[in-house]
């Protein structure tokens, strides 16, 4: 049996991220010890390094809570985590455009400048005024740190 802290230093995850993981029930509750210290065995440790692995790649935590609920019933088709794989996949490639388009005019921010003053700065005048920009990336900055992990505790 693992504490908290052991379980996160085998996982790599920080112990907030553990309780916040049993908080949204992706994490079963643990069993206590007499003193009432939380206390994990090695099924809970695959189950948040499905979770870490999953996070790493991008997976959002309804999509990993419907993962963790598919692999609980292991007799039965794939097909539904392959979709799940695949709405992940077209995610990514939306997010690698908008990320593109964002290179592409903070490169062309860069270029302009004609590195003279600020009165003259292009940067600034670019950030300063939307229109003057090229390409569509508004929600790219957004998008590049997934927006869902301002709600989970960082691991």
Known sequence: ?????????????????????????????????????????????????????????????EAIRDLLSLSDRPDQSCAEADVIAKEQLGAVRARITRLTALKGELERMIVQCAQGTIANCRVIEALSDHASCTQGHQRAASMAGGDDNIQEVAS
Do not use: C, W
Request: without cysteine; charged residues 25%; proline residues 7%.
């Open 1 to 61: 049996m693992l504490t908290i802290g052991k379980l996160g230093e085998a996982a790599g995850v920080k112990v907030p991220t553990i309780r916040y993981y049993e908080q949204i029930g992706i994490l079963p509750e643990p069993e206590r010890s007499a003193g009432n210290q939380r206390l994990y065995g090695t099924r809970t440790l695959d189950r948040l390094a499905f979770i870490r692995h999953a996070r790493d790649l991008g997976f959002p935590l």
